[in-house]
């Protein structure tokens, strides 16, 4: 009998906001399909070596959580059945070229699925989540977008690069560089919402498992609308600073504290989320013109949409379901 190697048959890898939980939750109710615990592993990120010292709010407390040694990583996989298909959803992994690089060398039959969201849709939903997290100290999105090179130069974490992230066209060149092109599957959010029996069932295909075992998509991870106010002047500092104390403990006290802190700053309303307006999406599309025509051409797809000063909004929006936290 051959011994399989300690390590994942395909991999989740971007991006970020683009409905990867989703997606990954879908998957991992496959009986023939093994998903990781935790859903984002991050040690492809690291190289061997502790994770870097970030410094954006909350980073060194949720970098404790990184897997990086090479012993605990392949232990993930020790209670997959043989027969099963493993996998773990890193959504940075399509951003760093490095991580790319590691994947490609270390598993040369790796399967690969991108699932990529119009990039200003995706760095709202991205501000959004930590803004109503109580990390993100900007009220403004545009005016956070803004400030993503000084933060790059503070040394803040990825999910703070609100544009880097959303540059899909470049990390797909640059990916399809090292790994055939036919083991890459790239997957639109727009089709996640609006036919996920589809997109499963392409999924599954292309991961060589059953199409028809699973047909619905979870509800996705969006967060309930922190209204500018008392609240987050007030409390989000508050967050804050327990997210920078928790780097001192073991990660889940912080874990089990969080939830508290965060159902206080978001009170007992339930705000609708805002929508970006015309103008504020219009002032941005220059940022990723040039990208999303790099990606029509890499995938041989038209997203050309992705252009329009209409926001297509939340996940929650788009189906007509009533917001939760």
Same mark, same amino acid.
């Given at each position: ?235 989000? %500092? ?12 073991? %990660? ?21 989320? %805002? ?51």
């Amino acid at each position: 009998m051959t011994t399989r190697s300690p390590r994942p048959d395909f991999m989740i890898v971007g991006a970020p906001k683009a409905g990867t939980t989703a997606l990954h939750a879908a998957l991992a109710q496959h009986p023939q399909i093994f998903t990781s615990r935790p859903k984002e592993a991050k040690y492809w990120l690291c190289g061997d070596a502790p994770p870097p010292h970030f410094s954006g709010p909350g980073d060194r407390h949720s970098q404790q959580e990184w897997i990086w040694r090479r012993e605990e990583y392949d232990a993930l996989w020790a209670d997959a059945r043989p027969d099963q298909v493993r996998g773990e959803s890193t959504p940075f992994y399509l951003w760093s070229r490095e991580a790319q690089i590691r994947i490609a060398a270390a598993m040369p039959d790796i399967r690969l699925i991108a699932v990529v969201r119009d990039p200003i849709d995706r760095a709202y939903s991205n501000w959004m989540h930590l803004w109503c997290d109580g990390l993100e100290p900007i009220a403004d999105f545009p005016t956070a977008f803004a400030a993503e090179s000084d933060r790059i130069a503070d040394g803040w974490a990825p999910f703070w690069r609100y544009r880097e992230l959303g540059l899909y066209g470049a990390q797909l060149a640059h990916l399809r560089k090292l790994v055939e092109p036919a083991r890459i599957l790239v997957v639109r959010y727009r089709d996640l919402v609006d036919d996920p029996a589809g997109v499963l069932a392409r999924t599954c295909a292309f991961l060589g498992v059953a199409p028809d075992a699973v047909a619905e998509i979870p509800r996705d991870n969006a967060r309930t609308y922190v209204e500018p106010g008392w609240r987050p002047r007030v409390l989000a %500092p508050l967050v804050r600073a327990g997210a920078w104390a928790g780097q001192f403990l073991p %990660p889940q006290t912080w874990r089990r504290a969080e939830p508290h802190a965060i159902r206080l700053l978001h009170g007992r309303g339930k705000q609708p989320r %805002p929508h970006l307006t015309p103008d504020e999406r219009a002032a941005l599309i220059p940022a990723f013109a040039e990208d999303i025509a790099l990606l029509s051409e890499v995938t041989d797809d038209d997203y050309s949409a992705w252009l329009s000063p209409e926001s297509r909004g939340s996940f929650d929006q788009r189906t007509g379901t009533p917001q939760q936290g």
